[in-house]
Structures are given as C-alpha cells and as structure tokens.
Nanobody
C-alpha cells in the first residue's frame, strides 16, 4: 500500500509562485510513475504533468514553461508553479502508480493524495 500526502497549497497573487510537495510512504517499487493533477469546480480533472523513475517529465500544454516537476527520490515529488494565473485555481492532487508512466492513463493511477487547494487571485 502507498500513501500520498500533498502540502504547500495556499493563496497567491497572479504572477506569483507556489511550490507543492508530495510525500510518499509505504511500499517501494522499482518501477513507478508519479504525477500531478488538478480539478477546478465544475470542470473535469486535468493532468498537470508526470515524472518517471528516470526523471523524465511531461506536462500539459496549459502549464508548459511555467510549472516544473522534480523529485529528490521516489518518496518526494515537487511541483514548482511560476507565473501563476487565476485559471490555475484548482484542487491539486498527487498521484502514483507502480507501473512505468507509459502504461498509466490519467484515470488509471492506483494511489491518490487528499489534495491541496491552490487559489490564484487577480
């Protein structure tokens, strides 16, 4: 079993920055995929980006160039959010799966955190 806990959410002015953290505990797997998702009220869940065990990252077009996913190790993942816009306002979720990222669809992650709220004001 894997547990995920997000932290670092809050309120920020447009143009500001915020750094989210995801801490993983429980079983460790040699292969894994970790990702960030977000969901705003009345909208479907959106994949923000993901990172595999080799540090390879992918991003949604809406955040490319502004957000950066990184990890010190398999237990800690970060989402650096720069140049924030009001449309970035959402609940942000950390997710993980024991499979390589290429095998994991955005609705197919096995483990999810509780979410952390990000609010960007204009």
């Amino acid at each position: 079993q894997v547990q995920l806990v997000e932290s670092g959410g809050g309120s920020v002015q447009a143009g500001g920055s915020l750094r989210l953290s995801c801490a993983r505990s429980g079983a460790t797997y040699s292969n894994y995929c970790m990702g960030w998702f977000r969901q705003a009220p009345g909208k479907e869940r959106e994949g923000v980006g993901r990172i595999d065990r080799d540090g390879r990252t992918t991003y949604a077009d809406s955040v490319k160039g502004r957000f950066t996913i990184s990890q010190a190790n398999a237990k800690n993942m970060y989402l650096q959010m720069n140049s924030l816009r009001p449309e970035d306002t959402a609940m942000y979720y950390c997710a993980a799966d024991r499979r390589p990222c290429l095998w994991v669809g955005f609705d197919d992650f096995g483990y999810w955190g509780q979410g952390t709220q990000v609010t960007v004001s204009s």
